[in-house]
């Protein structure tokens, strides 16, 4: 079936390093790919999207870059803020489908 | 503003007990999910809804059901809880189409005792 397979955490970070999340899916179609958010105590929130290939979702400095070749959508911030601690999961859903199946997430926390 | 809430936020009940987990929303979404996060397995998709009187079953519905009577709410039953469904609920909602993400409510904390 269709999934997504992103790094384990946790990971460890300080402020104004370089932050990466891999993630990779298997689908038999073409997928539509998500980044959500998700802040302690909090629901999730959509942080980017991509739905093509060669696609690039970007929102508040972070950015993802749809891979159709090496079914990938990693997550990348240039410099990461104490605000960023966070669970980032990625998604994916198929055309005509509206359900999402996401990632096992990865929690991310960024020391001053 | 639109929103989707979740009530309770916090429930402890006994093993054999019937639950019930209410969602509202206020997008007027056509489209409600159920999800439970658990540590190690991220969101895992229970019953989804597509539109008034339609329900599905998700990747782990036994012991779960849904009944979709409106199109603002989506309530979730546990038949008889298990100490295996203590876990974070997420009631979520879209409106449909590629472009169309999902809005999350805060989650409800389920413990089975």
């Known amino acids: 079936g269709d999934s997504v397979t992103q790094m384990e955490g946790p990971v460890t970070l300080s402020e104004e390093a370089f932050l990466t999340i891999n993630c990779t899916y298997t689908a038999t179609g073409y997928p539509s790919l998500f980044w959500y958010v998700q802040y302690p105590g909090e629901g999730l929130q959509l942080l980017l999207k991509?739905?093509?290939?060669?696609d690039k979702g970007s929102n508040k400095g972070f950015e993802a870059t749809y891979r159709k070749e090496t079914t990938s959508f990693h997550l990348e911030k240039g410099s990461v803020q104490v605000s960023d601690s966070a669970v980032y999961f990625c998604a994916l859903t198929l055309l005509n489908d509206y359900k999402l199946s996401f990632g096992a997430g990865t929690t991310v926390t960024v020391r001053a | 503003d639109a929103e989707i809430t979740q009530s309770p936020r916090h429930k402890i009940t006994e093993t054999g007990r019937q639950v019930t987990l209410a969602c509202h929303q206020t997008w007027n979404h056509n489209n409600m999910f159920w999800y439970r996060q658990d540590l190690g397995h991220g969101l895992r998709l229970i019953h989804y809804?597509?539109?008034?009187?339609?329900?599905n079953k998700g990747e782990v519905s036994d012991g779960y059901s849904v009944s979709r009577s409106n199109t603002e709410d989506l309530p979730l039953t546990l038949e008889s809880a298990a100490s295996s469904q203590t876990s974070v609920y997420f009631c979520a909602s879209n409106r449909g189409g590629l472009d169309s993400p999902l809005h999350f409510g805060n989650g409800t904390r389920l413990t089975v005792t």
């Open positions: 809804s597509y539109g008034v009187q339609d329900t």
């Open positions: 991509a739905t093509k290939a060669d």
